[in-house]
């Protein structure tokens, strides 16, 4: 699938000691936005946030916080991002996800080395 152009920004906000049958939540996500056939799918890890807790979860050393923020963003056409979020609606207990219209601009394959680009 060639994707370019309109597309929607599916992120999704939950912490990264949520679990889904004893695995990482965040992992589980991925693999179904996988199995869907969703464009792609990346975890970003958090070094501070706080969410409906209001509790404040921090890397810093004295903090030594055991739930800190992830997000998984997910790309891909507007029928395909909605399909797919009645998943969430199964794996998540407590998280936040955003939906946003953006506009994709793929780049695609790599000159082999000593080609001019």
Not at 2 to 7: F, V
Request: charged content about 20%; cysteine-free.
């Amino acid at each position: 699938m060639k994707l370019a152009g309109a597309a929607l920004r599916l992120t999704i906000y939950v912490g990264d000691t949520d679990t889904w049958h004893h695995k990482p939540l965040y992992r589980e996500i991925v693999h179904r936005a996988h199995a869907a056939g969703l464009a792609g799918a990346s975890v970003f890890r958090g070094i501070e946030g706080y969410g409906a807790s209001n509790h404040i979860h921090t890397t810093r050393i004295l903090s030594l916080s055991e739930d800190l923020p992830v997000s998984i963003v997910i790309v891909d056409a507007a029928e395909r991002i909605r399909a797919f979020l009645p998943q969430l609606d199964e794996l998540i207990s407590e998280g936040l996800a955003v939906v946003d219209e953006v506009e994709v601009i793929r780049y695609v394959g790599r000159p082999s080395s000593g080609q001019p680009r």
